[in-house]
């Protein structure tokens, strides 16, 4: 095993991971027509893949089993992140055809952003979007532009009138009225994710009501998704990807309700990876608190879960970090069976596909 600085990932502390892992010892083949491309009639009407990492074991179960596999004292922790509509088509002033994707909302009107277009934007160039808006390029950050919306101090404002839904590329559609919703967990709430925390797109009201009745906890996190959670593993030596930057808030009732399922002697279950990793991350100096910050943690087979005991996740792209991270949750050769199980059931892919709930190895 070798370890990975505070200064590799931008975490306090230490994370742990096999130096032997390479990118493709995480692909894995899947049948194109196995990708969700719209979501089931009604939320929660998904399959749920049960695996327990201690033995290996799976079971088929249906989403609306779920409150049957939850103790009363178990803690479930969600991201209460809020979709924006970060897409927008326009053009350059000089006549070049764009799309605007925006990665980050910041202050004064101003958003990071990726721009496609056939040529770079430069410094100072004017963008029309959605025929209606102007946007100025103030320069480069890394791998994205720096715009400013001119005349509005609210990017959010912008976004919410003229922008689009951002589904993930691998649903080959555009867009329609009905994503707007679906595409949105029912507890979102903080606005600045660009991807749905997908997870928990199969819960409905009833099914949180359902997880209180059984006697189950329910606390939040915010992470806000950005793009880079669907940008590929480049690297073949996994040592030497970087994460992209999220921003997190762990708040101080969701630790306080942690202590409290940990001295009740319940389990704490994670929905979704980003739920993880915000908790993972604000545990980093190995004790849970309270914390905002900026999340680059990049978890890998070997790290040493602190909060985490049971994860509901939905299915994930070959070779990338998503799939590294349950691979390091549920035991990386457990993950492969249970992936092979699930391709030969006919289990739906990706975002508005079916669901998984792991138990820790």
């Not at 691998?170 to 679906?182: G, H």
């Not at 009501?209 to 915010?222: E, H, I, N, Q």
């Not at 994460?243 to 929905?271: F, N």
């Not at 991270?325 to 990386?332: D, P, R």
Request: aromatic content about 8%; proline content about 4%.
């Amino acid at each position: 095993m070798r370890q990975r600085r505070s200064s590799d990932n931008g975490i306090p502390g230490s994370v742990s991971y096999n130096a032997r892992m390479r990118r493709d010892d995480f692909d894995f083949d899947l049948p194109q027509e196995l990708i969700a491309q719209f979501p089931p009639g009604e939320r929660g009407a998904s399959r749920l893949l049960c695996l327990d990492g201690p033995s290996g074991a799976i079971e088929d179960r249906r989403f609306a089993d779920l409150p049957a596999l939850v103790a009363p004292g178990d803690l479930v922790v969600l991201n209460d992140t809020r979709v924006i509509k970060a897409r927008l088509a326009g053009r350059k002033r000089s006549g070049g055809r764009i799309e605007v994707m925006v990665e980050r909302v910041l202050e004064g009107g101003e958003v990071l952003a990726q721009i496609g277009a056939n040529h770079p934007a430069r410094e100072g160039t004017t963008l029309v979007l959605a025929g209606a808006v102007e946007a100025t390029v103030l320069g480069r950050e890394r791998e994205f532009y720096r715009l400013r919306f001119e005349g509005c101090d609210d990017a959010f404002e912008v976004l919410e009138r003229h922008g689009t839904v951002p589904l993930p590329l691998y649903i080959a559609r555009d867009a329609d009225r009905a994503d707007a919703q679906r595409y949105q967990t029912v507890y979102a709430r903080e606005r600045g994710a660009v991807a749905a925390p997908t997870a928990g797109l199969h819960f409905d009201a009833a099914m949180l009501d359902f997880l209180r009745a059984r006697g189950a906890v329910l606390a939040y996190v915010t992470l806000h998704v950005g793009a880079g959670t669907f940008q590929p593993v480049r690297a073949q030596d996994l040592a030497l990807h970087e994460m992209h930057g999220e921003w997190y808030t762990v708040p101080r009732e969701t630790v306080d309700a942690v202590a409290a399922a940990r001295a009740a002697g319940g389990r704490v279950l994670a929905v979704g990876t980003t739920t993880l990793r915000a908790l993972e991350s604000a545990a980093a100096g190995g004790v849970l608190a309270a914390t905002r910050d900026e999340t680059r943690l990049f978890i890998l087979p070997g790290y040493r879960f602190r909060v985490v005991e049971r994860l509901l996740t939905n299915f994930h792209l070959p070779r990338s970090t998503l799939l590294m991270l349950v691979s390091a949750f549920g035991g990386i050769d457990n993950i492969r069976r249970a992936y092979r199980h699930a391709v030969a059931s006919r289990y739906r892919f990706y975002s508005y596909g079916d669901a998984m709930l792991i138990e820790r190895r």
